[in-house]
Nanobody
Framework: VQLVESGGGSVQAGGSLRLSCGASVGIVSTVCMGWFRQVPGEEREGVASIGLFDSTTYADSVEGRFTISRDNGKNTLYLQMNDLQPEDTAMYYC??????????????????????WGQGTQVTVSS
């Protein structure tokens, strides 16, 4: 399974970006999928997850600004990011679990339950 992210870039605070993650096989619709982000020197953290019956969970820091979704026909996962802030600057990674249910605190996919990772796409937000 390969996951390929795209859509990262540089924006000013308050701007928007839409990340995409294409999967090499049709897993997007069958397993829990998530987005993580990582800043150099810090742990990779969960941002958003989509799981069974398309239930979604978000980290508190992005709730109300980010939206995770998936297009099963295109085997693609998305992350719409609005009102971006400098603290959102990070490398963003797409992730796939091995089951439909998202395992993690409050339903946010945890790193320990990720089976596949994408290579990452950089998001930089300037003030």
């Amino acid at each position: 399974v390969q996951l390929v992210e795209s859509g990262g870039g540089s924006v000013q605070a308050g701007g928007s970006l839409r990340l995409s993650c294409g999967a090499s096989v049709g897993i997007v619709s069958t397993v829990c999928m998530g987005w993580f982000r990582q800043v150099p020197g810090e742990e990779r953290e969960g941002v958003a997850s989509i799981g069974l019956f398309d239930s979604t969970t978000y980290a508190d820091s992005v709730e109300g600004r980010f939206t995770i979704s998936r297009d099963n026909g295109k085997n693609t996962l998305y992350l719409q990011m609005n009102d971006l802030q400098p603290e959102d600057t990070a490398m963003y990674y797409c992730a796939a679990a091995s089951r439909a249910y998202c395992s993690g605190a409050k339903g946010l996919l945890s790193r320990g339950f990720v089976n596949y990772w994408g290579q990452g796409t950089q998001v930089t937000v300037s003030s």
